[in-house]
Structure formats: structure tokens, C-alpha cells
């Protein structure tokens, strides 16, 4: 099995004063970390990595210099989340059997989730990671800029999405055209094909770099492994 990447680094980091992706964490930008993941998984052939316009030059370098041999491409990214993704998949040759699509702000994905993802995918056509809900979930009503509990939302078969997100080649082609600003990840656009998608347990360590907080959870982690 072949298995491509569109690995995203594209999007803003208003909260960081700067793009997060290009944070530094032991030195390197964020999206370095989980490149190197990809690139000790002997199934992955082939990583698109999509930057925003002015940093893709410096994003080449960068590959180059670290050994980063699987990037084929480096890409512009796009104004939505949707449009990174196609100019990503767009990219890509056409010898893969199954493609990955990762968000760099993701950077402690392991090599053992990517492999089980891509098999899942190859399987039943499109997979995700993903977290079962342990925390009690309270839907919740505003009123005068303050919030109060309104029910209790049932946590049995709910989960968290994560990426990676995975489609089998012949999928990808379908979803492609119908990846929207309106959904709020890519597995919805098979969701919506009527497509089985499979559940594939992640990881704690798999969150995504959202907040300032997140990252400092995420150095800590870091140095915490040396």
C-alpha cells in the first residue's frame, strides 16, 4: 500500500502573534515534527506540505536542509481550510492507493496511528483518529454575557475527531470537489457520499495546538521525552 500525505500548514495563528505552525519547538517550526513522523513510516511514499504563499520558498529550504526527501511538493494554501486541502490533493501524484491529510498544529502524531489510519482507510474507503468523549458534555444557554447549563448531552458514542483523516484513492477523487468551508473536517464530505467511515482510536497526545496553553503542553511533552 501507497500512502500520500497533504500535510497542512497554512492557517493563521492569530492567538500566537504569529502562525503557530512555524512556532518554535526544540529549534525546529511545529509542522517539522510531524513531517519527520511521516517520514519514518516506510508506506508513505509522498508528502505535500501546504504553506501560506510567502513561506513557501522558505519551507522548500527548510525540507531540503533536514532530509525531508518524501516532500514532493510544497504548495500554497489556500483562504479556507477546503482550499488548502484541494490545492494539496491537486499536488499529489498518481501513484498512491491511499492519502493523508494532517494538521501540522497536530505535532505529536505517532508512527502507529498514521500506519493504522491508512489501513483503515485502504479498508473501508475513509478513517480518522479519534478519542472517545470521557468528560461529562453540558450543552449550554447565554444570558446577560454569562452561560448556564441548559441539559446534559449523552457522552455514550460520541467521539473527538482528530487527524489524521484518511481516504482510499478512489474516494478522494469524489470528495475532493465537495470540501466546503461549511464542514469542519474532511471525513464529512464522505459523511455526506454516504460513505462508512471508520473510527480509529488516537491519542491524548495527538491534541491540536489551538491555544497558547496548548503549546506550552506540547514543549513540556517535548522536553519531558528527552
Known amino acids: 500500500m501507497n500512502v500520500s500525505v497533504v500535510l497542512l500548514a497554512a492557517g493563521a495563528g492569530r492567538r500566537f502573534g504569529k502562525q503557530k505552525q512555524f512556532l518554535g519547538l526544540k529549534g525546529r517550526p511545529l509542522f517539522h515534527w510531524p513531517l519527520s513522523t511521516f517520514h519514518r513510516v516506510r508506506s508513505v511514499k509522498e508528502v505535500v506540505l501546504v504553506v501560506p504563499a510567502d513561506r513557501v520558498a522558505w519551507a522548500k529550504h527548510h525540507a531540503a536542509r533536514h532530509g525531508f526527501s518524501k516532500v514532493a511538493a510544497v504548495v500554497a494554501g489556500g483562504v479556507q481550510r477546503a482550499d488548502s486541502v484541494r490545492r494539496g490533493l491537486g499536488a499529489l501524484s498518481n501513484n498512491f492507493d491511499v492519502v493523508l491529510i494532517h494538521d501540522s498544529a497536530r505535532p505529536l502524531v505517532t508512527p502507529d ?10 479498508r473501508c474507503g475513509a478513517a480518522l483518529a479519534a478519542r472517545p468523549v470521557a468528560d461529562t458534555i453540558k450543552g449550554a444557554r447565554e444570558k446577560g454575557g454569562r452561560f448556564y447549563v441548559n441539559r446534559t448531552v449523552p457522552r455514550g458514542g460520541l467521539w473527538l475527531a482528530q487527524t489524521p483523516q484518511g481516504f482510499r484513492r478512489d474516494l478522494a477523487e469524489r470528495v475532493a470537489p465537495r470540501l466546503s ?12 457520499l454516504g460513505v462508512p467511515v ?3 482510536a488516537g491519542s491524548a497526545a495527538n491534541f491540536k495546538v489551538t491555544v497558547p496553553e496548548d503549546f506550552h503542553l506540547c514543549r513540556a511533552l517535548f522536553n519531558a521525552g528527552e
Open 198 to 200: 471508520e473510527l480509529v
Open 181 to 192: 468551508a461549511t464542514l469542519t473536517d474532511d471525513v464529512q464530505a464522505a459523511e455526506r
Open 113 to 122: 496511528i498514521v500506519r493504522r489510519v491508512a489501513q483503515a482507510a485502504y
